[in-house]
C-alpha cells in the first residue's frame, strides 16, 4: 500500500494568516492527490483533485502544488469557516489511502 | 444537482447482518466510480473499497477484504455496503463518495449488545 504522512498533525493559525500543509507519499503517485477537508460533525467535503485543481465552488484562497511524493495545501487569508481537519489522500493505486490529518485550530 | 443520500443510522447487536445504502441523484450513476468510507469515533478516513456501478467492478482495501461486501443495483442507482456478522468494532461512521468529488452525509453504525 502506498502510505500518506501529513504534517504537522495539527496547527494554530489566525484569521488572515497564510497556512501550509504538506502531505508526503512513500511512492511516487505522480498528481494523483486530492484534499479533503472536514468539520466537526460533518460529513468530509472535497476541496482539490488532480494535487491542484479546485473543485466547483471551492474558494480561490485554497491551492495545491506538488507532484511526485510531495505535496502541498495552502490556505491564504485564513476565514473562520477554514478551521477544520484536512487529508489528503491518493488514488495512484488501490488503496486509495488517506493521511492522518492535520487539525487546524484557531489561535 | 448531484447528490448522495445515506440510510439512516442503524444499531445492531454483534453478529446480526446490516446493508447500509447510498443513492445517486442528478447525474449518471453508472458513469462515476463510488468508493466507502469508514471514521471510526474520535479517528481519522480509511478508504474500504470503490465499485464502479456500470459494470459492478469492485475493489477493496485488503484491510477491509472479506469483512464487508460493495455491491450496486444500476435500477435503483444505488450502492450499498453490507456486513454479514458485524462486530463491535464495526462502529464507526460510513460515508460514501462519488470519486474525488460528491460525499454522503454518512450513515452512522453502531454495534453493542
Known amino acids: 500500500d502506498i502510505h500518506m504522512t501529513q504534517s504537522p498533525s495539527s496547527l494554530s493559525a489566525s484569521v488572515g494568516d497564510t497556512v501550509t500543509i504538506t502531505c508526503r507519499a512513500n511512492?511516487?503517485?505522480?498528481?494523483?492527490l486530492a484534499w479533503i477537508q472536514q468539520k466537526p460533525g460533518k460529513a468530509p467535503k472535497s476541496l482539490i483533485f488532480?494535487?491542484?485543481s479546485l473543485q466547483s465552488g471551492v474558494p480561490s484562497r485554497f491551492s495545491g502544488s506538488g507532484s511526485g511524493t510531495d505535496f502541498t495545501l495552502t490556505i491564504s487569508s485564513l476565514q473562520p469557516e477554514d478551521f477544520a481537519t484536512y487529508y489528503c489522500?491518493?488514488?495512484?493505486?488501490?488503496?486509495?489511502?488517506f493521511g492522518q490529518g492535520t487539525r487546524l485550530q484557531i489561535k | 444537482e448531484v447528490q448522495l443520500v445515506q440510510s439512516g443510522a442503524e444499531v445492531k447487536k454483534p453478529g446480526e447482518s446490516l446493508q447500509i445504502s447510498c443513492k445517486g441523484y442528478?447525474?449518471?450513476?453508472?458513469?462515476?466510480?463510488i468508493a466507502w468510507v469508514r471514521q471510526m469515533p474520535g479517528k481519522g478516513l480509511e478508504w474500504m473499497g470503490i465499485?464502479?456501478?456500470?459494470?459492478?467492478?469492485?475493489r477493496y482495501n485488503p484491510s477491509f477484504q472479506g469483512q464487508v461486501t460493495i455491491s450496486a443495483d444500476k435500477s435503483t442507482t444505488t450502492v450499498y455496503l453490507q456486513w454479514s456478522s458485524l462486530k463491535a468494532s464495526d462502529t464507526a461512521v460510513y460515508y460514501c463518495?462519488?470519486?474525488?468529488?460528491?460525499w454522503g452525509q454518512g450513515t452512522l453504525v453502531t454495534v453493542s449488545s
Open positions: 489522500q491518493h488514488y495512484a493505486a488501490y488503496p486509495h489511502t
Open positions: 442528478g447525474y449518471s450513476f453508472t458513469g462515476y466510480w
Open positions: 488532480g494535487a491542484s
Open positions: 511512492q511516487v503517485i505522480g498528481i494523483a
Open positions: 465499485i464502479y456501478p456500470g459494470d459492478s467492478d469492485t
Open positions: 463518495a462519488r470519486h474525488h468529488d460528491y
